[in-house]
């Protein structure tokens, strides 16, 4: 199993400049996230899922948007890119109340 | 919101030490995890609990709830150990984790 994949690994985007992060897993978990992890700081949490065509704000949303058309995807979407969006975003997902599962990452850098 | 302190923030250890990383929340909760997270970023769960105690293989992790309170313990540390631990609590049933800031380790040989 793959389990949890994004895409892409490391991206530089200029201020202003809209970009689509890419999350799938499959192991049929209904419970999807989006963190992301600043220097210093721990993960917070941007957006969730809890099935197909159900999302929910997290702690940190503004800038972002997400969709969940199938259980297998959960893409995050930055609109006009800015300097403070500059992060490491996870994807993670999870059975009800069960341990989640992380993706590898994708270093965001926003100049 | 549950609020989760890990302490130390940053720990250095010999090989062969016996490390404890300590977390507290807040607020009661349905469950705890451990998480490790290697340099290079990619994050792995190493424990979920809700009482007691739980093993895998040199780390043991407690936890208790009256205290709110949790411990990680790893014996004989290895190089290999050196991460960020990272504690993580959920207030109930489906409700989103809530992330402690991490605790440093460095395993010198």
């Given at each position: 199993n793959?389990?949890?994949?994004?895409t892409p690994?490391?991206?530089?985007?200029?201020?202003?400049?809209?970009?689509?992060?890419q999350?799938?897993?499959?192991?049929?978990h209904?419970?999807?996230?989006?963190y992301?992890?600043?220097?210093?700081?721990?993960?917070?949490?941007?957006?969730y899922?809890?099935g197909a065509?159900?999302t929910?704000?997290?702690?940190?949303?503004?800038?972002?948007?997400?969709?969940?058309?199938?259980?297998?995807d959960?893409?995050?979407?930055?609109?006009?890119?800015?300097?403070?969006?500059?992060?490491?975003?996870?994807?993670?997902?999870?059975?009800?109340?069960g341990?989640?599962?992380?993706?590898?990452?994708?270093?965001?850098?926003?100049? | 919101?549950?609020?989760?302190?890990?302490?130390?923030?940053?720990?250095?250890?010999?090989?062969?030490?016996?490390?404890?990383?300590?977390?507290?929340?807040?607020?009661?909760?349905s469950?705890?995890?451990?998480?490790?997270?290697?340099?290079?970023?990619?994050?792995?769960?190493l424990f979920?609990?809700s009482?007691?105690?739980?093993?895998?293989?040199?780390?043991i992790?407690?936890?208790n709830?009256?205290?709110?309170?949790?411990?990680?313990?790893?014996?004989?540390?290895?190089?290999?150990?050196?991460?960020?631990?990272?504690?993580?609590v959920?207030?109930s049933?489906?409700?989103p984790?809530?992330?402690?800031?991490?605790?440093?380790?460095?395993?010198?040989?």
């Amino acid at each position: 199993n793959a389990g949890v994949t994004q895409t892409p690994k490391f991206r530089i985007l200029k201020i202003g400049q809209s970009m689509t992060l890419q999350c799938t897993q499959d192991m049929n978990h209904n419970y999807m996230y989006w963190y992301r992890q600043d220097p210093g700081m721990g993960l917070k949490l941007i957006y969730y899922s809890v099935g197909a065509g159900i999302t929910d704000k997290g702690e940190v949303p503004n800038g972002y948007n997400v969709s969940r058309s199938t259980t297998e995807d959960f893409p995050l979407r930055l609109e006009l890119a800015a300097p403070s969006q500059t992060s490491v975003y996870f994807c993670a997902s999870s059975s009800l109340a069960g341990e989640q599962y992380f993706g590898p990452g994708t270093r965001l850098t926003v100049t | 919101k549950n609020e989760v302190e890990q302490s130390p923030q940053n720990l250095t250890a010999q090989e062969g030490e016996f490390i404890t990383i300590n977390c507290s929340y807040s607020v009661g909760i349905s469950a705890l995890h451990w998480l490790q997270q290697h340099p290079g970023g990619g994050i792995v769960s190493l424990f979920m609990l809700s009482s007691g105690k739980k093993k895998h293989g040199r780390l043991i992790a407690t936890i208790n709830i009256q205290e709110k309170h949790s411990s990680l313990h790893i014996t004989a540390s290895h190089p290999r150990d050196s991460a960020v631990y990272i504690c993580a609590v959920r207030s109930s049933g489906n409700t989103p984790l809530v992330f402690g800031k991490g605790t440093r380790l460095s395993v010198i040989a």
